[in-house]
């Protein structure tokens, strides 16, 4: 069974960065594409970004693509998003998860992850 656990979420002030983590437990964390959505009171989750298995590939919603960055770090079976320039309306709940591919298939869309974190808060205050 795999878990995910975010961590790093807090309240900054616009224009200030966040470092957001996701510790995976369980087995083949190389096996797994990893995204990161988000959830603003009164919203669908959305998108935010996703890195294939291998690290080489990552996509990203276009409200947050040059400002945001994720990554992995395979040995320590945790990813990360770097949150760059925040603004009032990245205010959200941000969840981590995790989607199974045997071929490396990077997902955009929430229906397509197997599992998901808890969501840690960001708020970001003009």
């Known amino acids: 069974q795999v878990q995910l656990v975010e961590s790093g979420g807090g309240q900054v002030m616009a224009g200030s960065s966040l470092r957001l983590s996701c510790s995976f437990s369980?087995?083949?964390?190389?096996?797994?594409?990893m995204g990161w959505f988000r959830q603003a009171p009164g919203k669908e989750r959305e998108f935010v970004g996703a890195?294939?298995?291998?690290?080489?590939?990552?996509f990203y919603a276009d409200a947050v693509k040059g400002r945001f960055s994720i990554s992995r770090d395979i040995g320590a079976n945790a990813c990360y998003l770097q949150m760059d320039s925040l603004k009032p309306e990245d205010t959200a709940v941000y969840y981590c998860?995790?989607?199974?591919?045997?071929?490396?298939?990077?997902?955009?869309?929430?229906?397509?992850?197997?599992?998901w974190g808890q969501g840690t808060q960001v708020t970001v205050s003009s």
């Open positions: 369980g087995y083949s964390f190389s096996k797994y594409t």
């Open positions: 998860a995790a989607d199974y591919t045997e071929f490396g298939v990077v997902a955009q869309t929430a229906p397509e992850y197997d599992y």
């Open positions: 890195i294939s298995w291998s690290g080489r590939t990552t």
